[in-house]
T-cell receptor, first 111, second 115 residues
Framework: RKEVEQDPGPFNVPEGATVAFNCTYS??????FFWYRQDCRKEPKLLMS???SGNEDGRFTAQLNRASQYISLLIRDSKLSDSATYLC????????????FGPGTRLSVLP | DVKVTQSSRYLVKRTGEKVFLECVQD?????MFWYRQDPGLGLRLIYF???????EKGDIPEGYSVSREKKERFSLILESASTNQTSMYLC??????????????FGQGTRLTVV
């Protein structure tokens, strides 16, 4: 079983749609959780950290369920510029040194 | 603005050449990482370093070595480049601060082609 698993995708959605990505992780000692965005042929960039209480940043909402070892990302009112690959990332290291990346889910927002 | 800078965006090398990929960060981060990213395989950790002169093997260290002589610089060395090392190489850094969500910051990537 892979350490971090994500919806295989790709997701093709119309502009304005709401889309949800799911992620599960296997290491119960994981302490930090993130969603990264990666554009084609570019480096990954932090979209948002994920906190136990859930957090929202504009159109983006992230949730964490430690008991189920499950992370989600919800994008509301999708824009063409949201088209990218979304990476679920967990970190189990005590000193921030053990990042594990999911395979990513590709999103295409269509006009 | 925080920065991780890789020395080259694109590199073409011949089989058997020794290749150096350089990475510099200006955030005084303790941790530095080298990953490679291939289609369908995601990001795979090659090596990481948590302090000057300290290094740990990642998931796929074979054929690679690293050097960290200064805190801000982490070099990846391909001792004898082979065609199966054609890939996108990504350097990253992070802090060791406890009790915070310490993210990884990435360089822009080096697309290496070995011919």
């Amino acid at each position: 079983r892979k350490e971090v698993e994500q919806d295989p995708g790709p997701f093709n959605v119309p502009e304005g749609a709401t889309v949800a990505f799911n992620c599960t992780y296997s290491n119960s000692a994981s302490q930090s959780f993130f969603w990264y965005r990666q554009d084609c042929r570019k480096e990954p960039k932090l979209l948002m950290s994920v906190y136990s209480s859930g957090n929202e940043d504009g159109r983006f909402t992230a949730q964490l369920n430690r008991a189920s070892q499950y992370i989600s990302l919800l994008i509301r009112d999708s824009k063409l510029s949201d088209s990218a690959t979304y990476l679920c990332v967990v970190n189990a290291g005590n000193y921030g040194q053990n990042f594990v990346f999911g395979p990513g889910t590709r999103l295409s927002v269509l006009p | 603005d925080v920065k991780v800078t890789q020395s080259s965006r694109y590199l073409v090398k011949r089989t058997g050449e020794k290749v150096f990929l350089e990475c510099v960060q200006d955030m005084d981060h303790e941790n530095m990482f080298w990953y490679r990213q291939d289609p369908g395989l995601g990001l795979r950790l090659i090596y990481f370093s948590y302090d000057v002169k300290m290094k740990e093997k990642g998931d796929i260290p074979e054929g690679y070595s690293v050097s960290r002589e200064k805190k801000e610089r982490f070099s990846l060395i391909l001792e004898s480049a082979s065609t199966n090392q054609t890939s996108m190489y990504l350097c990253a850094s992070s802090s060791i601060l406890a009790n915070t969500n310490t993210e990884a910051f990435f360089g822009q990537g080096t697309r290496l082609t070995v011919v």
